[in-house]
Nanobody, 123 residues
Framework: QLQASGGGLVQVGGSLRLSCAAS????????IGWFRQAPGKEREGVAS????????IYADSVKGRFTISSDNAKNTVYLQMNSLKPEDTAVYYC??????????????????WGQGTKVTVSS
């Protein structure tokens, strides 16, 4: 199971760090992905990280602003979000995929979606 946390209200240009606590993952290697869904919009991939080699992938909209990382000892994946913009406002979710190479931000290959955490960026 995956549980996202760390959301909140932040001003434009501010920062937040989201956490994704993972438990019960049965795959030897896997990818953890962050996705977000804004009101009235489809869910979109934000970033993903592979457990095997730490490789990462980012959506173009967050490159240079967001950083995904993992702490294997704590079974937690983080999403550091800097220089936040109003368009980053969304509910953020984390999920796991058995596809841990050639990372892709396609929600269809991810599973075990936890409850999301809401991020609101105010101007």
């Amino acid at each position: 199971q995956l549980q996202a946390s760390g959301g909140g209200l932040v001003q434009v240009g501010g920062s937040l760090r989201l956490s994704c606590a993972a438990s019960g993952i049965t795959y030897d290697d896997y990818a953890i992905g962050w996705f977000r869904q804004a009101p009235g919009k489809e869910r979109e991939g934000v970033a993903s990280i592979s457990s095997s080699d730490g490789s990462t992938i980012y959506a173009d909209s967050v490159k240079g602003r967001f950083t995904i990382s993992s702490d294997n000892a704590k079974n937690t994946v983080y999403l550091q979000m800097n220089s936040l913009k109003p368009e980053d406002t969304a509910v953020y979710y984390c999920a796991v995929s058995k596809w841990y190479i050639n990372l892709k931000l396609k929600s269809i290959i991810f599973e075990s979606w936890g409850q999301g955490t809401k991020v609101t960026v105010s101007s």
